[in-house]
């Protein structure tokens, strides 16, 4: 069974820092795409960041450039945003591809290219 964990969501103030986990387990990282989403209420997720594990390039939504970074080992992939802002706040969820995959791994790739979620992190920034 496949299964997605994130943890380290929370509260913060603009400015300050939060860093996410997702946990795999019945998967690895190996040869994926893996991604880090975010939704707003009563908008669709759209892409934060991503990296591949094949080539370990990265690539981040226009939004976060130079604050947040994505890292990944066998069977994690963290978030580190710093310098946060207001409009960081909402859910985040992490994502796999299937392995292996050498398609596009962009923080634009639609959420179709990943079959695997996690039930998602809630954070939440205050100004």
């Known amino acids: 069974q496949v299964r997605l964990v994130e943890s380290g969501g929370g509260s913060a103030q603009a400015g300050g820092s939060l860093r996410l986990s997702c946990r795999m387990s019945?998967?690895?990282?190996?040869?994926?795409?893996m991604a880090w989403f975010r939704q707003v209420p009563g908008k669709e997720r759209e892409g934060v960041a991503t990296?591949?594990?094949?080539?370990?390039r990265t690539d981040y939504a226009d939004s976060v450039k130079g604050r947040f970074t994505v890292t990944t080992s066998w069977n994690t992939v963290d978030l580190q945003m710093n310098s946060l802002k207001p409009e960081a706040t909402g859910s985040y969820f992490c994502?796999?591809?299937?392995?292996?995959?050498?398609?596009?791994?962009?923080?634009?790739?639609?959420?179709?290219?990943?079959?695997?979620w996690g039930q998602g992190t809630q954070v939440s920034i205050s100004s």
């Open positions: 994502a796999a591809t299937s392995s292996p995959w050498y398609a596009g791994c962009q923080s634009g790739s639609p959420t179709g290219f990943f079959p695997y």
């Open positions: 019945g998967i690895t990282a190996d040869r994926r795409c």
């Open positions: 990296i591949s594990t094949a080539t370990d």
